[in-house]
């Protein structure tokens, strides 16, 4: 089945900064990738995704990445703000459907003032 | 447009005991997953109801059951509960069951078993 892996799990950043968060996957027949961002005591939200015919995707502050040679997908975020404090999980859905998803471990992201 | 509901949001239960949690869907979604979340494991696949058929399964025990109504709700019942059963139980729904759908979560259902 599909592996995915989350770096790092933890990240601090100042305000205006940019945060990074890189995942790879195992299986080659994934072809859907989600973000979510998570903050205590709530759901999972959906903040971008991108599906494997696209390399880029960009939303205001955030970007998403995909290599599928190397199987590397990465969320970029610009301008970080306090609000953007909070858990991001990535995902991948191992070629089957967009409903079955491997999710990664989870990387904390904490905006300094 | 109302969001993934589900019910109850917390409970607790004893071991040995069975629990049902419910999930009604966006309005228009046929599809339905069932996610695990727990701070050691972390988000883990259930299973996926389609049209009332079960579509996927993840790794969970037989003790993990659901089903899903023709008007897409659904549920998931665990038997015999343990205590690693605790975790907060998250649905999801999209219009359809392919990889172009984009899947929603609900706020989840809090399940502590003593």
């Known amino acids: 089945g599909e592996n995915v892996e989350q770096h790092p799990s933890t990240l601090s950043v100042q305000e205006g900064d940019s945060a990074v968060i890189k995942c790879t996957y195992s299986?080659?027949?994934?072809?859907?990738f989600p973000w979510y961002k998570q903050e205590l005591g709530k759901r999972p939200q959906l903040i971008i995704d991108?599906?494997?015919?696209?390399g880029e995707k960009k939303d205001q502050r955030i970007a998403v990445t995909l290599n599928k040679t190397a199987k590397h997908f990465s969320l970029h975020i610009t301008e970080t703000q306090p609000e953007d404090s909070a858990v991001y999980f990535c995902?991948?859905?191992?070629?089957?459907?967009?409903?079955?998803?491997?999710f990664g471990t989870g990387t904390r992201l904490q905006v300094t003032l | 447009k109302a969001g993934v509901t589900q019910t109850p949001r917390y409970l607790i239960k004893t071991r040995g005991q069975q629990v049902t949690l419910s999930c009604s869907p966006i309005?228009?979604?046929?599809?339905v997953s069932w996610y695990q979340q727990t701070p050691g494991q972390g988000l883990q696949f259930l299973f996926e109801?389609?049209?009332?058929?079960?579509?996927n399964k993840g790794n969970f025990p037989g003790r993990f059951s659901g089903r899903q109504f023709s008007n897409s709700r659904s549920e998931m019942n665990v038997s015999t509960l343990e205590l690693g059963d605790s975790a907060l139980y998250l649905c999801?729904?999209?219009?359809?069951?392919?990889?172009?759908?984009?899947?929603?979560f609900g706020e989840g259902s809090w399940l502590t078993v003593v």
């Open positions: 995902a991948a859905n191992g070629g089957g459907t967009a409903s079955k998803l491997t």
């Open positions: 299986d080659s027949a994934s072809n859907y």
């Open positions: 309005s228009g979604h046929r599809s």
């Open positions: 991108i599906r494997s015919n696209v």
């Open positions: 999801a729904s999209s219009k359809g069951s392919g990889s172009g759908n984009t899947i929603y």
């Open positions: 109801y389609f049209s009332e058929t079960q579509r």
